[in-house]
């Protein structure tokens, strides 16, 4: 059964760099049907698309936090990761990792991990 | 970036009852919108695709329609299990994919 687990701290400071891993099992990043991407949710608030990366390496970004977001991923370790740089208190949310399946004219986000809760305070 | 906009904010059912949920986006997706629930403390599970395919293991119960800029989705016979929140979603131009705003589902 596919799981994608996310992890990393849970408390990261101002002006810090969050990151995070996604852990999949179950099945393989290398898998030509699907990205891997981030997903976030501040407390009480809705869902923002934050990034997605494919196996081969390419990657799309969020206009609102390409500056900031880098999304890599590592096929020999079936891993994929999330750096924001520059975090502020806005940036405090659950962070999820997805499988975003490819349909034709774009993604939908089939299969999501539990969820990280980041709190970036001092 | 399409605005995704969901209505009403709250909507108060009985169990056993029927609702439809709103969504319209600010230009056409053609149907290129897909549905999601999520329960408190749990992370959104799909259950719609392409405005009216159910995804793998949805009730029957659940269904979804509209095309262009206006959508909603239907839920037949309320069951307790189904009070939530409901969000929508484009995929027609990305990035970046975005999502409506929420619709919570609560028991009257």
């Known amino acids: 059964q596919l799981q994608l687990q996310e992890s990393g701290p849970g408390l990261v400071k101002p002006s810090g760099t969050l990151s995070l891993t996604c852990t999949v099992s179950g099945d393989s990043i290398s898998s030509i049907s699907y990205y891997w991407g981030w997903i976030r949710q501040p407390p009480g608030k809705g869902l923002e698309w934050i990034a997605n990366?494919?196996?081969?390496?390419?990657?799309n970004y969020n206009p609102s936090l390409k500056s900031r977001v880098t999304i890599s991923a590592d096929t020999s370790k079936n891993q994929f990761s999330l750096n924001l740089a520059s975090v502020t208190a806005a940036d405090t949310a659950v962070y999820y990792c997805?499988?975003?399946?490819?349909?034709?004219?774009?993604?939908?986000?089939?299969?999501w991990g539990q969820g990280a809760m980041v709190t970036v305070s001092s | 970036e399409i605005v995704m906009t969901q209505s009403p904010a709250t909507l108060s059912v009985s169990p056993g009852g029927r609702v439809t949920l709103s969504c319209r986006a600010s230009?056409?997706?053609?149907?290129?919108l897909a549905w999601y629930q999520q329960k408190p403390g749990q992370a959104p599970r799909l259950l719609i695709y392409h405005a009216s395919t159910r995804a793998t293991g949805i009730a029957a119960r659940f269904s979804g329609s509209g095309s262009g800029t206006d959508f909603t989705l239907t839920i037949s016979s309320l069951q307790s299990e189904d009070f939530a929140v409901y969000y929508c979603q484009q995929y027609n131009n990305w990035p970046p994919y975005t999502f409506g705003q929420g619709t919570k589902l609560e028991i009257k």
């Open positions: 990366v494919y196996y081969g390496g390419n990657a």
């Open positions: 997805v499988r975003e399946w490819r349909l034709e004219a774009g993604h939908v986000f089939d299969v």
């Open positions: 230009q056409s997706v053609n149907n290129k």
